[in-house]
C-alpha cells in the first residue's frame, strides 16, 4: 500500500467517523478545559506503518501538548493539537518538531477512545557529527550545527483509556503511533521519514 | 482561538529560521610529500586547474589519474583527505571503491568459465546450497550469464527496507545470507535475460557461487587478480582491512545543505560485510591498472573479451554514467566513441575508471564523498567532471 493510499483512507475513515457524530446530541457548552498530554516516544526512521513496534535500539524523546476542542459530543471530539517534541537519534540524527493536527476523536466505550489526526509542522533536524563547511577561500571551517529546517506533514493514531473513574481527576493513558515526514532530505526518499511510537498521558489545565 | 493561531505562526517561524556559526578556520597545509607526482607533465597546470575548479565546488577531496595511450600517467589531486585535520588528498591514498569490485568478480567468473569449473548458459541453482536458493523469490530460469550481465530480474537489496533498518541500527553487520534476505519476498522484475536491471544482488551471488566452486572468493580474488597483476595497492577483506591509514576520511552531505560530516567509522562497517558487488579498498593507480589489464592483457582469453565487448544489454536508468552494461562493465556508447569500465557510489565514496576501446586512453576518479542520495551531486562528479576530463585527455 502505497503512502497515498494511506492518506486516502485515513481521510475517510475522518470523514466517516465525524459523519457519524452529527446524529449526536448536540455540542457541548461548556468551557474549554485545556487538556494537556506528555509523552515518551521511541523514533525509528521509518515509513508509515513499517517497524511501528521498533524498540531496539531505543531513540528516546518526549512529546508535550494541549489540545484545543472545536466540537465536543458524547462519543466524539474534534479538536486541534500544538505540540512540542523532540529525539534523540545517534543513529540518523536528533530533532525538535513543532506540530499542530486536526484531529477526532471517537469513544467506542465510554472508557477507551480511538484519535485520528492529520496536521503540518515544522521540523529541526539535527546531526551527530561535526559538521563542515566550504568557505570562499577553499578551507572548510567547523560550523556550529543549528539544525536543517523543514516543513513536515504528519499523522498519528492514537488508543486511549480513561483512568478519570480510578483517580477522581480527568486523567488518560494512551498509546499513539505517529509519523513525521519532513521535506528538505535525499532525492532517493524525498522526505526524512520518522515513526514515533509514545506511550503518555493526558489530563486537564483547568481544575475541576 | 486568533491567540493560538498566532502563537502557532509565530513559533514555526522561529523554528524555520537557521543559521550557521563561523567557529574555526583552519589554515591550508601540506601533508608530506607522495612518491607520485606528475608536475613534469607538460599538460599538468591544465589538469589541474579543473580538478581545482571541481574541489571547489563541494567534492571534498579527488584522486584522479589520467592515463594517455603513448605518454606518461598523470596522477593529480585536489581537495583534502581529511578536513578536521586539515590534510590535502595526495597521489598516497587509497579509496574504498564501491561498485568497482562488480568487475572483478565478473573477471574471476569468466576465468572460472574458460577453466571449465563453471558453464556460463547454468542455471545458478547447480552451484548454490539449498538454504541460499531458499532466499530468492524464484531461481529457475536464472543463469551465470545472468547474474554476470544484471539480467536475472531480481530486485536490489539496498532498497528502501534496507536503508531504513541500517539507518535505525548501523551497527549492525550483515552476512550475505541476511543481506539476501531483503529480496526474498520481492518478485522478479523481469523474466531472466529478458531486461536489465542494475542489482548488488547478482554480484552477491556471484560471490557465493565463486566460493562453492574455487573455495574462497576472497583468495581467488588474491591469487586470481591483485597477485599476479601486483596490485600492492589493492585489499579485498586481507590483513588489516578496512583500516589503513592512506584511506582518507569519508564524508556526507546528509541534507545537501553544503555541511559535510564525516562517515569514516559507518562506511568502512559497511564495506566490511558487503562482499562480492562492493568492498575492495584500492589506489587509483592500481585501479587503472586492473580496468587496463582486463583489455590489453591476459587476464581473460579472447573469447571473454569478445564477449564483453559486444554481448551489451541496455541500461534504462538515466541517472546512470552508462547507457549499456556488459558482463561484470560498464559501457558507455556514443557515436565516436566507445569507454567501458565501471562506476561505484556509496556511503562516502563516488568514483569511476573508463577505458576507451577506441584510443585505449584510461580515465579513474576517485573522491571520498558520497553521491548516492542526491542527483544534483552526482551530476558534478559523474557527468560534469566526467566530460571535462574526457576532453582534457583528448
Redesign the interface.
Known sequence: MTFKQILIIIFLILIVLISKTQGQEPSSTKKQDFPFYLSYNNH????PF??IF?LN?Q?PGLTTGIE?NYRVRSKSKLFQT?ELGGFLNQ???NA?Y?N?NLAFRYSFVPAIHFDIGLGL??F??Y?????????ES????????????A?SNNLFLSLGYNLSTAFNKELTLYVRYQWIASG??????TIR?SGLLHIGIRTSLRKN | ?RF?FK??IV??IL??????????????QLNGVCFLNSFDNPKHDSYQEIL?EF??S?I?GLSVVLDKKGEESWFGTSG?SS??E?IEMNNCNIFQTASLAKSFIAVITLQLIEEGSLNITDDISQYLPQEILNLLPLFEGITIKNLLQQTSGLQDIFD??F??DF?????KIYSREELLGYVSKKELLNAPGEKHHYADTNYILLSLIIDRVEGDHIKAMDNRIIKPLNLDKTFYHSSSYPDFEELPQSYWD??????????SMLQKRVSSYIMGSDGIIASPQNMVTFFKSVFEDDLLSDFSKEMILNEFVIEEEAFRMNNSYSHGFMVIESSDETWIGHAGNQLGTSCYVFYNLETEDCIGVFTNIGT?????KQALIFSELWENLKLLIQ
Do not use: H
Request: hydrophobic residues 35%; charged residues 15%; negative net charge.
Open positions: 525509528s526512521w521509518a515509513f513499517n517497524s521498533r535500539p531513540y484545543i500544538f543513529a540518523s540524527g525538535l513543532f499542530s509542522g515544522a529541526n533536524s546531526r551527530i557529527n561535526d559538521i563542515y563547511r566550504l568557505t577553499g578551507n572548510y571551517i567547523s560550523i556550529k550545527d543549528r539544525g536543517v529546517s516543513l528538505a532530505y535525499w532525492d532517493l526518499t521519514p | 482561538m493560538y502563537a502557532f513559533i514555526s523554528l524555520c529560521v537557521t543559521s550557521s556559526c563561523q567557529k574555526e578556520e583552519y589554515q591550508t581545482d574541489s571547489e563541494g571534498v583534502f578536513v578536521e586539515n528502501l527496507n536503508i531504513s539507518m535505525n541500527d548501523p551497527s546528509q541534507y545537501n545543505s553544503g555541511e559535510i560530516e564525516n562517515i548516492f542520495f542526491f542527483q544534483e
